[in-house]
């Protein structure tokens, strides 16, 4: 999925472009986790991109659990689009 495409998508349907939006951030986090989950399968001793991915990955996590609350349609939806799994209740 093309950063501009899935802007447009998002623009359509709130009828601005809104890169604030939670649905914008979670799919940059989502983007910026496929390629760091890819540079650590090269250099598995890389301890700081480690962190770095365990800190996007709880943002995410944050911004999901606020959708989710908020608009359980939404969250549905974003999920479906961005083929992530939906974190596990406690």
């Known amino acids: 999925m093309v950063k501009n495409s899935f802007i447009s998508v998002i623009s359509q349907e709130e009828k601005e472009k ?26 598995r001793k890389d301890y700081s991109s480690q962190r770095g ?14 959708l989710s609350k908020k608009n359980r349609v939404r969250y ?3 999920i479906g689009q961005l083929d992530i799994r939906e974190p596990k209740t406690r």
């Open 53 to 66: 991915l365990r800190k996007i990955l709880g943002k995410r996590q944050r911004l999901l659990a606020y």
């Open 18 to 43: 809104n890169t604030g939006s939670v649905e914008f951030q979670v799919f940059s986090f989502t983007k910026k986790i496929r390629i760091l989950t890819a540079h650590l399968e090269l250099h």
């Open 76 to 78: 549905k939806k974003l």
